[in-house]
């Protein structure tokens, strides 16, 4: 886990996140303290997906990851004005490129929400 241009390119980064647990087959990650991060690792040294929990163990993040390490797409459960209109939380996802730039939020359809499901935590 590390940032674009380290470890999807060859380079061996130190850890900057720690597995604090496991959804099914998927770790949920916290960033180290002094760390300052707050989100999910923008690429993967060997998962598929990462999640990252609020403090009530609810789903905040799910960050999907493809077979060469890159962010591909985030599932995420917080405001999304530009998509509701107003500051409610809401489900939604985020789809990324090579070079980190993501497209605007979309609902989350149900085939997506199925798809993953069972690491939705507290999400309906």
Known sequence: ????????VGNDVAYTYETVGKIEDVKVLFGKP????HDLPTESHSSNMYIKLNRDGTLNMLRI???DNYLKAEIGYHPEP?????HDFVLHIHYYDKEFNRTKAEYLDYDTFK???KYLVGRK
Do not use: H, P, W
Not at 82 to 86: A, D, I, Q, R, V
């Open 115 to 117: 798809k993953y499901e």
């Open 34 to 37: 002094g760390t300052g991060l």
């Open 82 to 86: 530009e998509l509701t209109g107003n």
């Open 65 to 67: 990851y493809g077979d």
């Open 1 to 8: 886990m590390g940032r674009r241009g380290t470890y999807a």
